[in-house]
């Protein structure tokens, strides 16, 4: 079976290999069938699987990544198991969802991004958009985008436990409509409030943010971090695209998720910008 993931974007320590031969994870390390992810306090990582899907894994985490090949091969299903620990993952997959099982859970996700945790007092699942099939002992629920399961044993009814996320991340940047002019660098201003979702009501939520965007030519800090009031400012420098790029349309979508675990009541945060050329 060939490799199909690499790690990337690691921060602090990490371990990465085969079970029995891990070794010190380092970014572009190739993953196979049953290799395993083991982020330490300090630690984290992004996962990028072949397909386009990508797992951010937070401290104190392991994960086994494994991919099952039909007879014909003609394709893959990917299937993770979260020994313990917590992640953040956006899955593109149609036609054979990823199967993922943690604590007394089993999910099956195609086209979702969720966060998913294994802790001692239960299961938490919270799907960020997108529907996810969610299976224990004893039953079974499809959850879509807002909603969550929290602190879930393995004979729970869960039809009954499912609630909506409370929280969101609230990103605005200015200036809202940039324009490039010739070849300059622009700076934007970015702005990121935990919010009450469906208000502007801000919650004091202090904590990491880690930033993502579908652009080449940018500089996103590395860390963002919230204060006590759930609030922090960044700059981002975005240069305009390169002159023989005839892809770019003018809009680059900025995506924030807390980089931590504990924060399966925050929602994402996207915005997207629309650039004009002079």
């Known amino acids: 079976m060939p490799d199909f993931a690499v790690l990337s974007q690691i921060q602090g320590k990490i371990k990465a290999g085969p079970a029995k031969k891990m070794v010190e994870g380092t970014n572009g390390q190739l993953l196979r069938h049953r290799h395993r992810i083991k982020t330490e306090k300090d630690g984290k990582a992004t996962v990028f699987i072949k397909d386009g899907s990508e797992i ?12 099952k090949k039909s007879r014909n091969s ?21 036609k054979n969802p990823v199967e993922i099982s943690g604590g007394s859970m089993r999910l099956q996700v195609s086209d979702a991004s969720i966060r998913f945790s294994k802790k001692k007092t239960g299961t938490d699942i919270s799907v960020l958009n997108g529907t996810v099939r969610v299976f224990n002992k004893s039953s079974f629920v499809k959850l879509h985008g807002g909603q969550r399961l929290y602190q879930i044993q393995k004979n729970d009814f869960m039809p009954q436990k499912v609630s909506i996320i409370p929280n969101q991340l ?37 904590g ?6 579908n652009y080449y030519n940018l500089e996103i800090p590395d860390s963002i971090r919230l204060n006590t009031d759930g609030n922090a400012k960044a700059k981002i420098k975005v240069a305009p695209p390169n002159s023989e790029d005839r892809t770019f349309e003018g809009s680059v979508t900025f995506h924030a998720i807390m980089d931590q675990q504990g924060f399966d009541d925050v929602r994402d945060g996207t915005f997207k910008v629309k650039f004009r050329n002079l």
């Open 56 to 67: 951010r894994l937070f401290a104190d985490t392991e994960l086994i990544v494994g991919a």
């Open 74 to 94: 003609r394709w893959m299903r990917y299937r993770l198991v979260l020994l313990s620990g917590s992640f953040w993952g956006h899955f593109v997959r149609e």
């Open 208 to 213: 990491p943010v880690h930033l993502r965007a």
């Open 170 to 206: 609230k990103l605005s940047l200015e200036p809202s409509e940039p324009v490039f002019q010739g070849d300059k660098t622009i700076e934007l201003n970015l702005n990121l409030q935990v919010v009450r979702y469906g208000s502007d009501r801000a919650v004091e939520r202090p």
